[in-house]
């Protein structure tokens, strides 16, 4: 397929739903995130709603639960937890996820618990710094009425959504941060009833993070609504357990054409994920040197294992790449190089530490 063809299909996916829940293909997703960048997209159109305020910034902490083979093989019996299951298994944020079972991280367990009509579980919660992350699977209430299927896939009809809230009593966003948070979400079918689900990271303020990792408690309060029904929950949570990232100061720099030259800040090492912080050059150099899908920026550590990058965010002139793989438990590696590929083909290979924070 053609840039200008999968720019087409691009547009029909973003401009007939108005809906974060359309089923996207793999292929395309690198792509759409690339596109939306480069648009600059400033107000997002979806119909799927997320409180986000101040005040409230919509945050689950409970830590994460991981199971083993085995388990989960038990576990895709339970209609509702089988169904999160399989859906976040299909995205690539279970990589780092299954690294961190592999090393037994496995702070917490999926907490189920009713609003309305509807039956939600929240699971896969991690607290990274000032990142916050979980999934939520919700069944039951009017969705089966709602949902159709296309070529796409399932979606909402024309005109339906729902509208999905979750505020927190512990913890506010952080003002800093570009985005207040991010979402992807589907629509899956398991035994004639379709389940909405949504992965979601929350960037929240660093200060709320600090004060919980020193008062110890037992739960967290929320408010989550569906359709304007709303439920009080508190979700036990094993704080002595979370991990949080470790952040290697590099200062390295990678010069590409036309007098671009970057310099990579920082790598944080998490427990299911890497974020590399490169500033300088111009937004149109680094955006043209992490858009081609097959020569994309990459790590590779000295036993050969390669981390694929893909862009996270953009801000002036401030970039963030993400590796949806990690290297935090992995004692062997010795030795890390950011690899980058010139628009002469020539590869710049860029040793970076990984030792000293």
Do not use: C
């Amino acid at each position: 397929m053609s840039t200008n063809e999968e720019e087409k299909v691009i547009d029909e996916i973003m401009n007939r739903t108005k809906l974060d829940l359309v089923p996207v293909p793999d292929e395309l997703e690198n792509r759409i995130n690339k596109w939306v960048q480069m648009k600059k997209r400033s107000k997002r159109s979806s119909k799927l709603k997320y409180s986000l305020g101040a005040a409230a910034a919509g945050i689950v902490l409970a830590g994460t639960v991981l199971l083993s083979p085995t388990a989960m093989t038990y576990a895709k019996e339970i209609p509702l937890l089988g169904a999160a299951l399989s859906w976040f298994e299909q995205l690539d944020e279970s990589k780092g996820v299954k690294t961190a079972e592999e090393n037994g991280y496995k702070p917490a367990n999926p907490y189920t618990f009713t609003v309305g009509e509807y039956e939600m579980e929240m699971d896969h919660l991690y607290l990274e710094d000032k990142e916050l992350f979980f999934t939520l699977a919700v069944k039951g209430g009017r969705i089966n009425d709602i949902v159709f299927k296309d070529k796409y896939g399932y979606n909402f009809k024309m005109g339906e959504y729902l509208e999905v809230a979750v505020e927190s009593k512990d913890f506010k966003r952080d003002e800093e941060s570009v985005a207040g948070g991010a979402s992807t979400s589907g629509i899956q079918k398991i035994s004639d009833e379709f389940y909405v689900m949504m992965k979601h990271t929350l960037y929240v303020d660093p200060v709320s993070v600090e004060e919980f990792l020193n008062n110890p408690r037992n739960a967290l309060t929320f408010d989550v609504s569906v359709d304007g029904k709303t439920s009080s929950i508190e979700v036990p949570v094993a704080q002595s357990k979370i991990k949080l990232g470790k952040h290697l100061a590099q200062n390295v720099n990678i010069e590409i054409e036309n007098q671009n030259s970057f310099n990579v800040e920082k790598l944080s090492v998490y427990p299911t994920r890497m974020v590399l912080e490169i500033t300088g050059g111009s937004e149109e150099a680094f955006l043209k040197m992490v858009s081609n899908e097959k020569n994309s920026p990459y790590l590779k550590d000295n036993n050969g294992n390669v981390y694929p990058l893909r862009l996270l965010q953009v801000n002036s002139n401030d970039y963030k790449l993400e590796s949806r793989s990690t290297l935090y438990f992995d004692q062997e590696v010795k030795d890390l190089n950011l690899h980058v590929v010139k628009e002469t083909k020539e590869e710049l290979v860029v040793p970076l530490n990984i030792i000293k924070e």
